[in-house]
């Protein structure tokens, strides 16, 4: 894992984008980012125990895999958006980006690669993209039943109750509409 401020240059949004800020996991830790090193599904298991995951499957996201519907689908998952679960998942294979809005409104982008987990919080604003190599496997764990249903950005969205428990956890630290 490599976390870095996003350098907002226009261009492929899989490039790296790095803008030599460098972001500790402490930074990350305290906008409610949690990050493991997980050498092994073993690992990821203790950490489902621990935190009541119940639920588990395996997303492949790359042309092979996906065929004509790829491009569209990583425009989507690129689209700013929050959940009101949290979002759990551990690189299988290949290579990708989360990023996540730090309290100045300012991309945070977390570069992850096989054998890395990352939780972000229900509530968080946050995008995922692959990386140029347009190929990642991963393990999305769940609390209950399979779900993932983004909520796009806007204004209304700041009186969501998993957006203002968010905040309330995170403030001063979260981001919030400007």
Partial sequence: MKAYYYDENTG?????HDSGRPVSPDYLFSLGVLYHHCPSV???DDIAKER?????????VSPEKMGDIYEEKVRMFFNEHLHEDEEIRYILDGHGFFDVRDPND???????????LIILPAGIFHRFTTDDKNYIKAMRLFKDEPKWT?????????EN????KYLQDSS???GMMT
């Fill in 106 to 116: 300012e991309w945070v982008r977390i570069a992850l690669e096989k054998e890395d």
């Fill in 12 to 16: 492929d949004q899989r490039l790296t």
């Fill in 42 to 44: 073993a690992a990821v």
């Fill in 150 to 158: 983004p909520l796009n950005r806007a204004p209304e969205l700041e």
């Fill in 161 to 164: 109750p998993h957006r203002k």
């Fill in 52 to 60: 009541s995951y119940k639920n588990r499957d395996e997303i492949t």
């Fill in 172 to 174: 001063p630290k979260a």
